[in-house]
């Protein structure tokens, strides 16, 4: 296993890099793909085992009897975060986005105000409107260059009309870890204006050293009853492609409600994604992770140094994830003059700040999750795209 290993991507159909061209105008012959958040890395190879095992076998029907599934859950809830998991409370959704869009279903009627604490990430805003939910933007504060809350706003924009709040945590983009003081004090703010509140933690597992994600549900027990928790292998892992994410409830009724939007749905597991998971959530897996993580930190240290470099771009230190994000506002030049050199100059393809919502609007977002000699000449070339400003 070598995360240093330079894969081509392009011609796979894989989002990263077959698209890249078609949004952001950046060629994949000689561009660099640091947008969507999957990784350029192989998955760890217990997880390629049980997909060889699956192709073998040759017979691609439904898949049946997930106790090892769930134990896998349960094991990896435990050993890595603390967390005490029943098999009952657990829904296996097509990803977690789509966990996002039952939760609306389920938890809101239409008209419905839904929180979000922006910037974040951008699809739970799209998923809220197609809905015909209203998306409530709080914004979130800036401490020292990292995300704070700002509850005293927060509770004055509150109209009565809100039934829902997302958190993301640990918090993308930005990488901030909440800590159990924050936790409680997000949950107090969902409790005081009677939002359930969703924690999609799926950036979980990639936490930087000096740095502990804690669970909501166990920061903050007494949230249980309008707490839904979402996580995932998908992103610890790279397998986002298989689309398979987790709802936990342990609430009886929130776990009524969305166990009766899953059937009307008529969703159920995708095989391919019920073995990786199963194989993830494994010692073995636990041992790449660990690998995986001081990898992405000895990535995020190279690019943190070489945009430190640049007069007017500040790159927010990351606690938690892969996605750096970083702001352009010093430069001066405009958010649109920034993202057309970033795209035209450095040929780089990054996510552009305004999609993450309200406070994102002078970022880009960089995926750093590629091989270091990668993320070295995406460096080089923002220096030489800005060369004139400094
Ligand atoms: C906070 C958050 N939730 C959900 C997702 C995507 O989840 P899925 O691929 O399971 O739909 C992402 C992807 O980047 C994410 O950052």
Known sequence: MSFDEIIDRVGTHCSKWDKMEALYGVDPKDGISMWVADMDFRA????QR?????LRHGIYG???DDGAYLDAIRWWMETRHGWQV???WIFTTHGLVNGTGICVEAFTKPGDGVVLMTP??????RVIKAAGREVVECRLARDGGRYTLDIAAWDAQMTGREKMMILCSPHNPGGRVWTAAEL??????????DLILISDEIHHDLVYPGHKHLVMATAVPEIADRLVTMSATTKTFNIAGSHTG??????DRLRAAFGAKMAALGISGNSFGMHMATAAYSPEGAAWVDALVAYLDGNRKVFDAGIGEIPGLASMPLEATYLAWVDFAGLGMGADAANARVAGEARIAANHGASFGAGGESFLRFNLATPRARVVEAVERLQQAFADVQ
């Open 50 to 54: 049980a997909v060889e095992a699956q």
């Open 44 to 47: 760890a190879p217990c997880i």
């Open 120 to 125: 974040v990430y951008h699809a739970f805003a």
């Open 86 to 88: 029943a098999p009952e």
């Open 246 to 251: 987790n709802v936990i409830i342990a609430d």
């Open 184 to 193: 409680r004090q997000i949950a107090d703010f969902a409790r005081r204006h």
């Open 62 to 64: 439904y898949f049946g």
